[in-house]
């Protein structure tokens, strides 16, 4: 048994050595490409729909308020051009009332200049 153990040691010995060097650079590259498949990728791309997620909500709040404020001052707008509208009715039907007036009609003719 033992003249066995020396022969198969004696046979191991004659084989050339394995070259450590390429099983080495060929293990760390296949780490290397399961580490980023597997890992890295996905918590890339994890994190980038987290980030892209609160940017939109952050986004979504900011237009919502810009869109109350754009009502709002649409609604004044609004309140302005009928307060505006109103006043000229007013003028308008108070016009020929002034017209008939001695005041007007003394400062309009060409006589009363």
């Keep these: 048994m033992l003249a066995a153990k020396f022969a198969l040691a004696a046979w191991l010995a004659a084989l050339p050595p394995p070259d450590v060097g390429n099983l080495t650079a060929t293990a760390i590259l296949g780490w290397y490409a399961w580490h980023t498949a597997s890992r890295t990728l996905p918590a890339l791309v994890r994190n980038f729909r987290e980030e892209l997620a609160a940017m939109r909500d952050d986004g979504r709040s900011a237009r919502e308020t810009f869109r109350q404020a754009l009502a709002e001052e649409r609604a004044q707008r609004r ?31 060409p006589k009363g200049r």
Aim: net charge neutral.
């Design 79 to 109: 309140a302005d051009q009928a307060a505006v509208a109103a006043a000229l009715h007013a003028l308008a039907r108070q016009l020929p009332a002034a017209v008939d007036s001695p005041i007007v009609s003394r400062h309009s003719s």
